[in-house]
């Protein structure tokens, strides 16, 4: 008999963010196929994808709709330098994108993984500021327990300790503020208290260093990889209003949250007191991955205003942002991309996300309601609790042990540490909800019983 494909993988593949050693106990999952909102493995079983394979699935796996798209663009162009060269798949996207934000992020930047977005972002401001006479303006500022990747720069404005510690030394440091995160309430204080207080930290930052700080970098509505930490709108108002003032860029990471993950298309879209249009608060630079491409390819991008483009734009070289990577504006994943527009567009799938997202919320009451359960909450397609466990030793594990329970079950679910969050795709019919509440509640109480 041949060997397994989970051990042929633990004895040649790396497998990202693993101990490894844990694999000799449990192996990693061999899926041979997906379907809808299910992935299969090789004796047919079929588990539902809980948390959109690593936040990225927006569709389901094998969407026949972005297969269509990507098989013909692959009998077409599969790829091309984006250097000198151009195609529709990326013109169309970048026109598309800009107008979901109604010009105001009219230019965009194309790379392959949402780190690459970061450092970009943070590259394009301090070059912004350098090109306009200010090069001192190139430290940055990001919240407590921010993410936003791993490599070096976007580690440096990533405060998880666990990701950053073995790095320490490599990484620049940069100034961390406040978290919003509405779990810091104290008695009487309201989430948007907790805000307001975590915005005067920021003021008070930049009224002592903004001359040397070139952007704050967040993560809109919700610290996604912090164990969805959940903030009110009105924090990125009052954010976009103080980087106004001291003169620092905005740089919105909507990796996880952008593509419709927290209600509207871009999270940022929830700033303001549901006013106009006139009203939208923009930042400076947006990052997109994950959910951009549907989980089919790997693209990033950054989009970003008018005025930072301008201050590139020049008759000398050095004034250019002379960045790349080999597979900027891959027009397979540019392709996937358009696909999931048009799927968006089709299927008024925001609307639709608020039937099922009111719908699966009520399935998860009892779960809301357990008494080792805090914080339940829910933004968009997130929903997220965290758990109380008073044994040091069974918390620890609880992770790993929710984990295999709901797989047993059928179920592909994380938790990050003690917090439970569900991030499914945005298909589930009524029949798969019931089957994820019934079975986030039956891994829970097992869980907690062992
Ligand atoms: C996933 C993620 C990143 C990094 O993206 P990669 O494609 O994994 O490099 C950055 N920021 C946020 C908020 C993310 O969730």
Not at 11 to 27: L, N
Not at 341 to 357: G, Q
Not at 414 to 432: A, F, Q, S
Not at 435 to 440: D, F, M, Q, S, W
Request: aromatic share 8%; charged share 20%; net charge negative.
């Amino acid at each position: 008999m041949s060997a397994s494909l989970s051990s042929r993988s633990t004895a040649s593949v790396w497998h990202p963010c693993t101990q490894m050693k844990r694999h000799e106990t449990q192996p990693p999952l061999a899926l041979v196929r997906g379907s809808g909102a299910w992935l299969y493995d090789e004796a047919g079983k079929g588990y539902l994808d809980g948390l959109s394979s690593w936040w990225v699935n927006l569709f389901g796996h094998a969407n026949p709709r972005i297969n269509a798209a990507v098989k013909a663009q692959l009998d077409t162009l599969e790829h091309v330098m984006l250097a000198g060269c151009t195609h529709a798949p990326v013109v169309e996207l970048s026109e598309r994108l800009a107008a979901l934000t109604g010009h105001a992020l009219g230019h965009c930047f194309y790379a392959s993984d949402g780190s690459s977005a970061v450092e970009i972002a943070l590259k394009m401001s301090a070059h912004y500021w350098r090109n306009s006479g200010q090069p001192l303006k190139r430290d940055f500022a990001c919240l407590a327990q921010s993410y936003h990747g791993e490599t070096l720069g976007a580690l440096g404005v990533t405060d998880v300790p666990l990701f950053r510690q073995a790095y320490d030394g490599l990484l620049r440091p940069a100034h961390i503020v406040a978290s919003p995160d509405a779990r810091a309430a104290r008695p009487g204080e309201s989430a948007r208290d907790v805000a307001a207080r975590a915005a005067e930290t920021l003021r008070q930052l930049f009224e002592a260093k903004a001359d040397t700080i070139a952007a704050l970098i967040v993560e809109p509505l919700v610290q996604c990889a912090a164990g969805m930490a959940m903030h009110d709108a009105q924090y990125l108002q009052d954010i976009r209003r103080l980087c106004d003032q001291y003169h620092v860029h905005l740089i919105a990471d909507e990796i996880a949250v952008g593509c419709g993950r927290t209600g509207t298309f871009f999270a940022c879209e929830q700033a303001g007191n549901g006013g106009g249009e006139g009203e939208r608060m923009w930042p400076d630079f947006l990052c997109l991955s994950k959910g951009i491409s549907g989980g089919y390819l790997p693209l990033s991008l950054v989009m970003t205003t008018p005025n930072v483009y301008q201050a590139f734009y020049d008759d000398g070289i050095n004034r250019a942002f002379l960045h790349s990577h080999s597979y900027t504006g891959n027009p397979l994943a540019c392709r996937a991309a358009l696909a999931c527009l048009d799927i968006f567009e089709e299927d008024d799938v925001l609307n639709a996300n608020r039937v099922r997202a009111t719908r699966l919320s009520i399935l998860l009451g009892p779960v809301a309601a357990h008494p080792q359960v805090r914080h339940f909450r829910q933004q968009g397609m997130i929903w997220a609790f965290d758990v109380t466990v008073e044994d040091p030793a069974h918390a620890a594990t609880f992770s790993r042990r929710f984990h295999a329970l709901a797989l047993e079950s059928g179920l592909m679910l994380r938790p990050i540490g003690k917090t439970v969050y569900l991030m499914p795709p945005y298909i589930l019919n009524d029949h798969e909800q019931t089957l994820l509440a019934e079975g986030v509640q039956s891994a829970l109480a097992e869980a907690l019983r062992t």
